[in-house]
């Protein structure tokens, strides 16, 4: 089995000119969002060995939510940031994880989550979509479509 859930950040600061994009953190509402998401993915049942974020400050930050939800810790990888649909799918099947948080940004998050699960999917900030393949491993994610596909927004 495999259970993956596709984590765009929560919403972030508004950056300046003296405010690099990386360093963006995570607003109040952002703060709240994730916390309520992650609760919310936690009790859906959905748990992760490991949560993988990209190195982006509001990343990492709404990385952390889901990792203190689920008991687990948070791996970064510089890749993961402005990564693409394809590149982020190869950090989490390279990690190998049979139950896997990535939490990441757009356009990458939108065009996975639309990829693997066969739909049009926009994934506003905060949004997690839970995938999970009851059978089969990492090689067939994004061959086979998911045999549950569930998108949780903040609100």
Request: net charge negative; hydrophobic share 45%; glycine share 10%.
């Given at each position: 089995m495999i259970q993956l859930a596709v984590v765009r950040h929560a919403k972030a600061e508004h950056g300046g000119f003296e405010l690099v994009d990386h360093e963006r953190r995570l607003s109040a509402q952002g703060v709240r969002d994730a916390a309520d998401v992650a609760a919310r993915v936690l009790r859906s049942g959905v748990r992760s060995e490991v949560v993988l974020s990209s190195t982006a400050a509001r990343a990492t930050a709404t990385a952390a939510a889901f990792a203190d939800a689920f008991g687990t810790t948070v791996v970064?990888?510089?890749?993961?940031?402005?990564?693409?649909?394809?590149?982020?799918?190869?950090?989490?099947?390279?990690?190998?994880?049979?139950?896997?948080?990535?939490?990441?940004?757009?356009?990458?998050?939108?065009?996975?989550?639309?990829?693997?699960?066969?739909?049009?999917?926009?994934?506003?900030?905060?949004?997690?979509?839970?995938?999970?393949?009851?059978?089969?491993?990492?090689?067939?994610?994004?061959?086979?479509?998911p045999d549950e596909f569930t998108l949780l927004t903040p609100g």
């Open positions: 970064e990888d510089a890749d993961l940031y402005a990564a693409s649909a394809d590149r982020i799918l190869a950090i989490a099947r390279a990690h190998g994880a049979a139950e896997l948080t990535v939490v990441s940004h757009d356009p990458g998050v939108s065009a996975l989550v639309s990829e693997l699960s066969g739909r049009d999917v926009g994934m506003t900030t905060g949004a997690v979509a839970l995938l999970t393949w009851n059978d089969g491993d990492w090689n067939d994610v994004g061959i086979v479509p």
